[in-house]
């Protein structure tokens, strides 16, 4: 069974940066998709940014291009999400996922494991 650990959550101000870190372990089945979506308070889990094996398969949400960058170490296992100019909406809890599959997919429901979230807290 795959697992997934978030971490790198925060209480940041507007126009702050923060640096999400998702480590694997459990044996996901190479090659796969990792991504990360984030839900906040009464909305619906939404697609942030998706990675496949390489830093060139990188997709993200239109509201947070230019500013979150999506990376990965395939030796550790680990999914970054370095989030910079940060606004008060992107106050949510931010969960990773995993895709046993490299065809892109930004639904929450084509993902197979998900990790416990860590929260993301934006200040005025």
């Known amino acids: 069974q795959v697992q997934l650990v978030e971490s790198g959550g925060g209480l940041v101000q507007a126009g702050g940066s923060l640096r999400l870190s998702c480590a694997a372990s459990?044996?996901?089945?190479?090659?796969?998709?990792m991504a990360w979506f984030r839900q906040a308070p009464g909305k619906d889990r939404e697609f942030v940014a998706r990675?496949?094996?390489?830093?060139?398969?990188?997709v993200y949400a239109d509201s947070v291009k230019g500013r979150f960058t999506i990376s990965r170490d395939n030796a550790k296992n680990t999914v970054y999400l370095q989030m910079s100019s940060l606004k008060v909406e992107d106050t949510a809890v931010y969960y990773c996922?995993?895709?046993?599959?490299?065809?892109?997919?930004?639904?929450?429901?084509?993902?197979?494991?998900w990790g416990q979230g860590t929260q993301v807290t934006v200040s005025s």
């Open positions: 990675i496949g094996s390489s830093i060139g398969s990188t």
């Open positions: 996922a995993v895709r046993q599959s490299l065809v892109i997919a930004i639904k929450a429901e084509r993902y197979d494991y």
């Open positions: 459990g044996g996901a089945s190479s090659p796969y998709a």
